[in-house]
């Protein structure tokens, strides 16, 4: 198995984990631990087999030396007896006769002494013979008295040095070929993990394709296990959102830099026109006030970048009050009233509500989706704004006729720096993060977006909950909330007279 390094933060290399490695190593941990087992249990299965074998075969010699002995009645006859105990005495020692009796007469061989008898279980008993390296197996029979022979103790022992060595090699080589059974299964399991990964490892060569330079690349999801599968969708979901957001934020890099470079290259045109002879104070003034708009058109178009950011990071609505979104409405449609009357349409509202808002930001949504309807409707046009209670939120609709707006523009509209140019007229008037604001400011509310096309008429609608997180409202910050709105929606309402300005002098 080779070993990977790639360099640390340090500059000191470092070895890779790999997934075929590490499945390797668990495979043979887990054989590892099977063939152990069995290994054990054969083990012990062969000891008590050969226990058993052994035992069996010191019953059938120590029958055979019962009855030699049992029908001794005399010492004559125990002559005879203990020449027939030494005839069915191996040579080899492996078995081992002794009689023992109150009589001297009828003893034979060495007993085995006390301290010897190392383990008894039933009739049975170990003990470790002076000059000899094994234990012997030894039972204890007792012969009754016949005539004039006495009670006898009948001894018989058989070596254990077989059954010792045969478990001993048994063992050695069980141990031998259970290691060599887990490497056997580590390298093959490596192999075998390795040519299980081969669709990961196609997935990861398929990944290093994708380049800003190739943003359409995708990974190739056929013939792939279903284990993967997912995550490659997943990944390809990723990268889907990932090239959305991507050419979104390069159309919005193009959008800023022209909205930034046109009132730029006004002020500087202005300003150096201006610097070229002496001009009346008027003229002066009349350029200053220009350039103020260009300045709070750029300035419009940082904050709303801001603003976005800190959206970005989770920020919620704060210093909310309880209000009629009714009055809102109202004091928002008399901020506007100068680019309504420029703009020709008219603006009607209808429905009421109380909920929980920070009127600052409730304001800048409305005055958005107010300035959009503007933006995109004819001379003439009536803009309608509804308020309704829905499922715990109340909702807050701007309604104008103009174009239908296609369904695949409709899903994009909310996002930031779009800008349906193809479908929406006069879009060149925004810098495409109007309904993005909207959008973030009625999340900041915990409530939603939406918008529909029907019939000539364009809905933009954003909904807040109507209870804040206290439940309660905050005078103290409804006072200090409510006080940037009108210095806001006379920028704002500036900002649109000059746009209005501009484009019809135009």
Excluded at 23 to 37: D, H, I, T
Excluded at 42 to 50: A, E, N, Y
Excluded at 226 to 232: C, G, N, P, Q, R
Aim: proline content about 5%.
């Amino acid at each position: 198995m080779n070993v990977q390094w790639a360099k640390s933060g340090d500059g000191e290399p470092r070895s890779q984990r790999s997934i075929a490695r590490r499945l390797a190593v668990m495979f043979a941990v887990v054989a590892l631990f099977v063939f152990a087992l069995v290994g054990t249990g054969l083990f012990l299965v062969l000891r008590v087999q050969l226990e058993q074998h052994l035992r069996d075969s010191l019953d059938n010699r120590a029958e055979i030396a019962r009855l030699i002995v049992s029908h001794v009645s005399n010492p004559d006859k125990w002559k005879m007896a203990k020449e027939k105990l030494a005839d069915i005495t191996p040579r080899d020692g492996s078995t081992m006769f002794a009689v023992a009796s109150n009589d001297g007469l009828y003893n034979y061989g060495a007993p085995p002494l006390r301290d010897q008898i190392k383990r008894v279980q039933d009739h049975y008993g170990h003990f470790q013979p002076e000059g000899r390296a094994y234990e012997m197996l030894m039972t204890t029979l007792t012969i009754p008295p016949y005539m004039d022979r006495p009670p006898l103790q009948l001894f018989v022992a058989v070596d254990c040095s077989p059954n010792v060595r045969t478990m001993r090699a048994f063992g050695l080589a069980l141990a031998a070929l259970t290691a060599l059974a887990t490497v056997a299964v580590l390298f093959l399991s490596y192999s075998v993990a390795r040519l299980g990964l081969a669709p990961l490892t196609r997935l990861t060569r398929d990944a290093q394709n994708v380049s800003p330079n190739n943003r359409s690349q995708r990974l190739n999801t056929r013939s792939l296990p279903f284990e993967l599968e997912d995550l490659a969708k997943s990944f390809n979901g990723a990268l889907e959102r990932l090239d959305h957001a991507y050419g979104r934020l390069e159309s919005f890099n193009a959008d800023v830099a022209h909205e930034l470079r046109t009132p730029v290259t006004i002020l500087i045109g202005q300003t150096e026109v201006a610097l070229t002879r002496d001009r009346p104070i008027e003229e002066l003034r009349h350029t200053l006030q220009s350039n103020l708009e260009e300045f709070e058109r750029v300035r419009a178009i940082i904050n709303d970048m801001l603003f976005l950011a800190r959206a970005d990071q989770g920020e919620r609505a704060t210093g909310l009050v309880e209000v009629s979104l009714a009055a809102e409405v109202s004091r928002t449609l008399e901020f506007l009233e100068i680019p309504l009357e420029e703009a020709q349409v008219r603006a009607t509202a209808s429905g009421d509500a109380r909920a929980f808002v920070n009127t600052s930001l409730f304001g800048r949504a409305l005055s958005n989706l107010v300035m959009n309807a503007i933006q995109h409707c004819a001379p003439g046009a009536t803009i309608s704004v509804n308020i309704a209670r829905e499922h715990g939120r109340v909702r807050i609709a701007v309604a104008n006729p103009g174009e239908q707006i296609a369904p695949p523009v409709m899903q994009h509209l909310f996002d930031r720096f779009y800008r349906a140019e193809s479908s929406r007229t006069n879009s060149r008037e925004n810098h495409g993060l109007g309904l993005a604001i909207v959008k973030a400011v009625a999340e900041m509310h915990r409530g939603t977006v939406s918008a529909t096309s029907a019939k000539g008429i364009n809905t933009f609608a954003f909904s807040v909950a109507r209870f804040g997180n206290e439940h309660r409202p905050m005078s103290e910050g409804g006072a200090s909330a409510g006080a940037p709105l009108s210095a806001e929606h006379a920028q704002q309402a500036r900002i649109a007279m000059g746009l209005s300005e501009r484009h019809s002098t135009g």
